[in-house]
């Protein structure tokens, strides 16, 4: 199996903690040629990453490919075992991408004061407190993983997010996010003391200097 991935991705390092987390052979590669190359285009036509091929089975997504490597390699359990208990994670992992996400994203355009679009990132800065308002409300209490006592797909999910968010939010003057939320806060400094995650962290610090000092 092969993960297309991009080590600064927050969506990739979804599935890269998951591939850690499982200790599979899974070859992680770069997209052959960039993400809008040709050859990429045809492994998957949105040019979006992370992509992963199953032995053939291409498959898109950094959830679905998540959810793909929980049934394909059981152990260790990212999903508890009872039906509700797997909607609580499922609804963090969707929060995750559809509500989350999107603000953070808007900003990554705007990363330079010089060419900056205030209004613009002064909308999506209300927008991503709004919705770290909402996730502190959805966290389990201090002491836990995102959904209780157990690592899961959703403290996947949420970590590569809330590192960009720790670490781009003071360069907008932004309130500090874990200020105020003791949830988010108390998570935090737990799930990044998790082997997984301290490694795909750590890849995405690296990407990301290498990123700034390239002035990009
Ligand atoms: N919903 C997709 C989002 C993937 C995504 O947006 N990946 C970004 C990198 S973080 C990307 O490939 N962007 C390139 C583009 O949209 O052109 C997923 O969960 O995998």
């Not at 899974?26 to 998957?44: D, F, R, V, W």
């Not at 899961?152 to 874990?178: E, Q, S, Y």
């Amino acid at each position: 199996m092969k993960l297309y991935n991009m080590n600064l991705s927050n969506f990739a390092t979804k599935s890269r903690i998951v591939v850690y987390e499982k200790g599979a052979q899974i070859e992680i590669t770069s997209p052959p040629g960039g993400l809008k190359s040709p050859e990429y285009l045809k492994i998957n036509p949105l040019g979006k990453i992370p992509v992963l091929d199953a032995d053939g089975t291409i498959i898109p997504e950094s959830e679905i490919i998540n959810e793909y490597l929980e049934e394909k390699f059981p152990t260790p359990a990212l999903l508890p075992k009872s039906p509700e208990a797997r909607a609580a994670v499922r609804i963090l992992t969707r929060f995750h991408d559809l509500y989350l996400d999107p603000p953070l994203r808007a900003l990554f355009g705007q990363l330079n004061p010089k060419n900056r679009d205030e209004k613009l990132v002064n909308e999506k800065l209300t927008e991503l407190q709004t919705q770290l308002d909402h996730l502190e409300s959805m966290l389990a209490e201090p002491g836990n993983f995102a959904t209780g006592p157990n690592f899961t797909l959703a403290d996947c999910a949420l970590a590569p997010t809330i590192f960009f968010v720790t670490n781009l939010l003071p360069g907008f003057g932004a309130n500090a996010p874990l200020e105020h939320r003791p949830r988010l806060a108390g998570w935090w400094n737990k799930v990044q003391q998790r082997p997984s995650v301290k490694k795909a962290l750590a890849e995405m610090a690296e990407a990301m200097k290498a990123m700034m000092g390239s002035g990009r």
